[in-house]
């Protein structure tokens, strides 16, 4: 196969040197913050504080449902 046949594709692409790898500036402010908060040693405490606060939610709204139901 001819490289300098008119049909061929050129990839010279691939060979700039203006490639921008700065992820983080490209990344909207939702994205960084999911990123900071859900991942990671601070997205475990994050998910195990969520986690707790939805049990002692559920907690109280069972107990004080438990006293207006039983309050006879």
């Given at each position: ?11 010279g ?10 992820v ?6 939702a ?22 606060a939805?049990?002692v ?7 004080v ?8």
């Amino acid at each position: 196969m001819d490289s300098n046949n008119a049909d061929s594709v050129h990839y010279g692409r691939w060979n700039d040197d203006n490639i921008n790898m700065n992820v983080e500036a490209s990344q909207s402010t939702a994205m960084r913050i999911y990123n900071r908060v859900c991942t990671g040693s601070l997205g475990v405490a994050v998910k195990a504080a969520g986690a707790l606060a939805a049990l002692v939610s559920v907690y109280v709204i069972g107990y004080v449902t438990g006293y207006y139901v039983h309050r006879v």
